[in-house]
């Protein structure tokens, strides 16, 4: 397997599978960057229902061009008709959410049931015509690429290409309403009008997913980039741009997978592939991962028992907790004996003086800014000026002295 998983990364396995992994790294651009500011909008629901709302119009504009003499699986046909109900879909999640007492979230799942339902209906009926018994339009639920063609490919790369560049144009507006709407109202934004450009974008997204991994699983393709993405950076800019990335990267290693291994399906591999690009994130990812986390929890521990261990020498009292000990031994401030070394004498003394300085600091200094900053653990320089400090310690007075034994 992997040396076919090689040609197909290198595009080597042949014409269509090389157009199917070109389509889906294009489409996970587009979708990991347009799906940035519905994660940040705090409405990863509403994908859902647009995807869904897809269903109907598949169904209707595949009927309508049987209609008018066509065979009715033109591919940019049957976007435009998707595109129509999604639109309606969108609208109506809209003016529920705004005008009615119902929830969003209530809002979302009447639509997304309804339009979905509708929409089985229809290819039920359709599956009944004489022109549509081998229609295959269930394709379209999660995704089919063994047929693509390169017309097919185009309309994706398009797509994707125009998302990318609203996003790009529209994406300080929208960083704006995403965080505080009505902040971005008193500037001068129209709210309204950016969350239905948003809308659209996660619509067009949905619409051009269809081939590829279908109305089921477009939306993970729109949600789990974004927030692997959140794991790398605080910046919305480094969160659009890399969200951008990892759909790429999902979507043409998914694809490239399937091609390797011909029984695998493309949509679900590609989610797939972007949930393991999730899962090293949440357990790797430098400054908000797991490993992150346990690290910093366990340097904590050590800087709390380092200190506790430094006063408790500071006062001459035993030292009993073992992680303290150890702590205080491979840092060299007491011996195997437990007696504090030169250097753990003078550590304790500056750490006994903090704890008398932060009690004048406290008296003196009516700032919760400056107060609220003592736990313990800070340092008194990275908070008071040398000369604040000064005169704090001629309020003290003389050295403190320290007990040599624990």
Same mark, same amino acid.
Request: charged residues 15%; hydrophobic residues 55%; glycine residues 12%.
């Given at each position: ?10 595009? &080597? ?25 519905? /994660? ?9 229902? $647009?995807? *869904?709302?897809?269903?109907?119009? +598949? ?22 008709? %998707? ?7 969108? $609208? ?12 969003? #979230? ?27 018994? &081998? ?8 995704? @089919? ?7 097919? !490919?185009?309309?994706? !790369? ?8 609203? +996003? ?13 709407? #009505?902040? !971005? ?16 974008? $996660? ?46 990267? %999902? ?9 390797? !291994?011909? %029984? ?8 797939? $592939?972007?949930?393991?690009? /999730? ?21 904590? &521990? ?63 200094? *009516?700032?919760? @800014? ?35 034994? +624990?």
């Amino acid at each position: 397997m992997w040396p076919a998983f090689l040609d197909a990364l290198l595009l &080597q396995s042949g014409y269509n599978a090389a157009l199917v992994a070109v389509g889906a790294a294009l489409l996970g651009i587009a979708a990991g960057s347009g799906g940035t500011f519905l /994660f940040l909008r705090k409405r990863a629901l509403v994908s859902d229902a $647009v995807a *869904h709302a897809t269903l109907p119009g +598949v169904g209707l504009a595949f009927i309508v061009m049987v209609a008018l003499g066509g065979d009715g699986r033109d591919l940019l046909g049957l976007l435009l008709g %998707s595109a129509i109900t999604a639109w309606i879909g969108l $609208v109506l999640v809209e003016w529920m959410a705004r005008r009615t007492r119902l929830a969003e #979230d209530a809002a979302i799942g009447a639509v997304l049931s309804v339009f979905f339902g509708f929409g089985i209906v229809l290819l039920t009926v359709i599956q009944t015509m004489s022109a549509g018994r &081998q229609a295959g339009l269930e394709s379209f639920l999660l995704g @089919a690429t063994a047929g693509m063609l390169f017309q097919d !490919a185009v309309v994706i !790369a398009v797509g994707g290409a125009l998302a990318v560049a609203t +996003v790009y144009l529209l994406r300080r507006p929208m960083t704006l309403v995403a965080f505080d709407p #009505d902040y !971005a109202a008193a500037y001068g934004f129209n709210v309204k009008r950016i969350d239905l450009v948003m809308m659209g974008l $996660v619509m067009a997204v949905t619409v051009i997913g269809l081939k590829l991994v279908g109305l089921i699983l477009v939306v993970a393709m729109l949600i789990i980039p974004p927030v692997t993405a959140r794991f790398w950076t605080d910046r919305t800019d480094g969160v659009i741009w890399i969200a951008g990335i990892l759909g790429g990267v %999902s979507g043409y290693v998914g694809a490239a997978l399937s091609a390797s !291994a011909p %029984s695998i399906p493309t949509g679900p591999i590609i989610v797939l $592939v972007c949930f393991g690009l /999730f899962t090293f994130s949440i357990l790797f990812a430098p400054g908000r991962g797991v490993l992150a986390a346990v690290i910093r929890h366990q340097r904590f &521990q050590v800087r709390v028992h380092r200190r506790q261990g430094l006063l408790a020498l500071a006062h001459g009292e035993p030292i009993f907790d073992p992680l303290t000990i150890t702590v205080l031994r491979r840092s060299k401030l007491i011996r195997r004996d437990r007696v504090a070394t030169e250097a753990g004498r003078a550590q304790a003394a500056k750490a006994l003086r903090d704890e008398k300085r932060w009690e004048v600091a406290r008296r003196v200094y *009516h700032d919760e @800014a400056i107060s609220g900053r003592y736990d313990g653990l800070t340092p008194i320089e990275t908070v008071l000026t040398p000369d604040e400090i000064a005169a704090i310690d001629r309020e003290i007075g003389g050295p403190t002295t320290v007990g040599g034994a +624990v």
